[in-house]
């Protein structure tokens, strides 16, 4: 495939991507409009948020298994669907199992971006998949970037909800319209076999990767959602902090290329856990202007999970094929799904102890704050411990390649 076409189709993907997280930060950002408007519980919501978690896993697990037989452009245009569908029946949606539908097709969609996009790309850029995957998901936290902005904007000059999720489908409809008019890759369907994609998922190293995704996944994704609740009284603006965050993702994705060349996929895996952890410890015990610099590490050491992740499983164990990507993928979201009500027990039974001690609110708000980053030090903790052995694994195999290869 020439270059060209290649990088129209990776333009695509990136739309696509961006369209997913506009999606995340436009819904977290009208959620209480929503409640309000439609007289639902927090109860309620949170089942409404659930569903766009629900969603992605399926599709993601879904789409894997059947990229082999429908390829990628199918199932891309199955997300385009999906995303068109749940963003016009969100506006007109009329309550809450309205809201439940179309926010499992928007989850549906974005699980189906994942699934049609990684293994295209890791295929169209089969000497560069991990730079590559990263520069793709530099779109995530920038896509969260457009979205919070638009939402903040619109709702400050009194628009509402229903034009702020009408926003999105304006990117929908340009990469809907770029499917039509972009030519995909045709790849040698006797090298794309799901039967044996699905007995090279059986192996250790694979089974190691998918345990650290859930792990790194929810130290990313987990923090990032609670960050009003956590630090909310810190004597910082958590939504500045949020956005700081995912900007530093999205520059650190992009200039990716030279650190995992330099370091290799699991090289970029230890480093970021390090920086992961000595950020997360930072913000359970600074406060004020210090949490800034402390949400800094913090960013620059998730910035990497997710797409090296993949990258690590593109490159080290490339006969997992697509399935292989999707189920990590899907495995990573999930567990967030899991561990979010973790979280909430953590925050609540931290809550209830700080107020035991007789403190005023704000206090109580940074002790808890404060705890429930230390329970959450424990993922990128272990982290260190399990890409410290990846890193030599790998060191050791690429050492014996290369003495293979000097040796014939």
């Not at 020439?2 to 990776?10: E, G, I, Q, Y």
């Not at 997710?306 to 164990?317: D, I, K």
């Not at 206090?363 to 990128?380: D, H, R, S, W, Y």
Request: charged share 10%; glycine share 10%; proline share 3%.
């Amino acid at each position: 495939m020439d270059k060209l076409r290649a990088n129209k189709v990776f333009i695509l993907c990136c739309l696509a991507l961006t369209v997913t997280s506009m999606t995340f930060a436009i819904r977290a950002g009208i959620l209480g409009e929503l409640g309000a408007q439609y007289g639902l519980s927090a109860n309620q919501l949170g089942w409404v948020n659930a569903m766009a978690f629900l969603g992605f896993p399926l599709a993601t697990m879904f789409g894997g298994i059947l990229y082999n037989a429908m390829g990628a452009k199918k199932l891309i245009t199955l997300a385009f669907v999906c995303h068109l569908l749940g963003l016009i029946l969100t506006i007109s949606s009329g309550g809450f199992w309205g809201l439940l539908i179309s926010t499992f097709l928007i989850g549906f969609a974005n699980g189906s971006v994942e699934a049609g996009c990684n293994p295209l790309i890791a295929e169209i850029y089969e000497d560069n998949k991990t730079t590559m995957l990263n520069k793709f998901h530099v779109w995530f936290p920038g896509g969260i970037v457009i979205g919070a902005l638009i939402s903040n904007v619109m709702t400050s000059a009194g628009l509402g909800w229903q034009l702020q999720v009408a926003t999105i489908i304006v990117p929908t409809l340009i990469y809907g319209y770029m499917l039509l008019s972009s030519e995909f890759p045709e790849f040698d369907r006797s090298q794309h076999s799901t039967v044996d994609n699905i007995k090279h998922l059986f192996t250790p190293l694979y089974i190691f990767l998918v345990a650290c995704m859930t792990l790194t996944a929810t130290t990313e994704l987990g923090t990032q959602q609670w960050i009003q609740g956590i630090l909310g009284a810190s004597g910082a603006s958590p939504m500045i902090i949020l956005a700081l965050m995912t900007g530093i993702m999205a520059v650190g994705r992009y200039y990716a290329g030279p650190i995992v060349h330099r370091l290799n996929p699991a090289g970029v895996l230890l480093f970021s856990a390090i920086f992961a952890s000595i950020g997360m410890l930072m913000m359970s015990m600074v406060s004020g202007g210090m949490i800034y610099l402390a949400a800094i590490i913090f960013a620059v050491g998730v910035c990497y999970f997710w797409p090296t992740m993949l990258g690590c499983v593109s490159e080290y164990l490339p006969k997992t094929g697509a399935l292989g990507l999707s189920i990590i993928g899907g495995a990573g979201m999930f567990a967030v799904s899991m561990w979010n009500p973790v979280i909430g027990t953590w925050i609540d039974d931290a809550t209830a102890s700080a107020e035991a001690q007789n403190l005023d609110p704000t206090q109580v708000q940074i002790l808890a704050g404060q705890e429930v980053l230390q329970n959450l030090l424990l993922f990128p903790v272990i982290l260190i411990v399990a890409f410290a052995v990846l890193f030599f694994i790998v060191k050791r195999i690429t050492g014996q390649r290369i003495a293979t290869a000097t040796q014939n």
